[in-house]
């Protein structure tokens, strides 16, 4: 059983930081990819960010590239996701998910009950 804790969301002004992690626990995960994604009321769930867990290579959506900053700690297990310049349109529902990495929902197979992030203007 594949489980993954998101934490670290809540209400920050337009131009500060938040920083998400997400805890994974159940198995191995060397093999995964570990991605961001989130979504807004009314809208579909969107990519943000994706880490290859062995060889910490990273990944970006354009509307973050520069903002944000995907890592990974083995030693906990654990996928950060730092945020910088936040804007409100990255208010959002954040999710945490392990697959293949992949830009697609359809991409992971696991995926986190989410992490409440709201920016304020």
């Known amino acids: 059983q594949v489980q993954l804790v998101e934490s670290g969301g809540g209400l920050v002004q337009a131009g500060g930081s938040l920083r998400l992690s997400c805890a994974a626990s159940?198995?191995?995960?060397?093999?995964?990819?570990m991605g961001w994604f989130r979504q807004a009321p009314g809208k579909e769930r969107e990519f943000v960010a994706r880490?290859?867990?062995?060889?910490?290579?990273?990944y970006y959506a354009d509307s973050v590239q520069g903002r944000f900053t995907i890592s990974r700690d083995n030693a906990k297990n654990t996928v950060y996701l730092q945020m910088d310049s936040l804007k409100p349109e990255d208010t959002a529902l954040y999710y945490c998910?392990?697959?293949?990495?992949?830009?697609?929902?359809?991409?992971?197979?696991?995926w986190g009950q989410g992490t409440q992030v709201t920016v304020s203007s």
């Open positions: 998910a392990a697959g293949s990495g992949g830009q697609l929902v359809r991409d992971y197979a696991y």
């Open positions: 159940g198995r191995t995960f060397s093999s995964y990819a």
């Open positions: 880490i290859i867990w062995k060889y910490a290579t990273t």
